[in-house]
């Protein structure tokens, strides 16, 4: 089973500044990664697929970047709509999930 | 538009059983391979299930494999996941969401979820 690792658990970050997540693979994924948002109550929603292709409807300033086993999200500058928990996920064997990154409002 | 509708959860004893059903509509429901992904209360996501598009490949992660079934009726544009000998663990919010055209691939679309709770 391919094992995702997210850093950090939890990150404060002020609005309108930027915040990188990082998504670590324990083995290469290519480049069979996405990215999701999910907020309380709500399910997930796709935000990045082929590790930085953005989803459709997905603001520019979510970006996308990596591949093999590092990946990173970055959003440029942070918008009150955007503090919330953001997952990776492989698709290369199967899937699996990273447990998630907290973005909080610093 | 694409939507994805849950039903089916509710609570259930421990070794109990329970059938979840996925309503699909706004899109070719027999093109698509559909997944189960569930979280617990406060915890992340995992996936529980993949089917392919004709029914032909079916796989479970290891947490739930001999206990639980996936299949789906393409002429009813239904996905389902009978869950059996249910356990406290189980205990989730349970989403079906859209796979990948042709083969495993990233979710575009998610369910609202339905929420299974095991408890005595």
């Known amino acids: 089973e391919i094992v995702m690792t997210q850093s950090p658990a939890t990150l404060s970050v002020s609005p309108g500044e930027r915040a990188t997540l990082s998504c670590r693979a324990s083995q290469s994924v290519s480049s069979n990664l996405a990215w999701y948002q999910q907020k309380p109550g709500q399910a997930p929603r796709l935000l990045i697929y082929g590790a930085s292709i953005r989803a459709t409807g997905i603001p520019a300033r979510f970006s996308g970047s990596g591949s093999g086993t590092e990946f990173t999200l970055t959003i440029s500058s942070l918008q009150s709509e955007d503090f919330a928990v953001y997952y990776c996920q492989q698709y290369n064997n199967w899937y699996t999930f990273g447990q998630g990154t907290k973005l909080e409002i610093k | 538009q694409v939507q994805l509708v849950e039903s089916g959860g509710g609570l259930v004893q421990p070794g109990g059983s329970l059938r979840l059903s996925c309503a699909a509509s706004?899109?070719?429901?027999?093109?698509?391979?559909m997944s189960w992904i569930r979280q617990a209360p406060g915890k992340g996501l995992e996936w529980v299930s993949y089917?392919?598009?004709?029914?032909?490949?079916?796989q479970y992660a290891d947490s739930v494999k001999g206990r639980f079934a996936s299949s789906r009726d393409n002429a009813k544009n239904s996905l389902y996941l009978q869950m059996n000998s249910l356990r406290a663990e189980d205990t989730a919010v349970y989403y079906c969401?859209?796979?990948?055209?042709?083969?495993?691939?990233?979710?575009?679309?998610w369910g609202q979820g339905a929420l299974v709770t095991v408890s005595s």
């Open positions: 969401a859209r796979d990948g055209r042709y083969s495993s691939s990233w979710y575009s679309y």
């Open positions: 089917i392919s598009s004709t029914s032909s490949s079916i």
């Open positions: 706004g899109f070719t429901f027999s093109d698509y391979y």
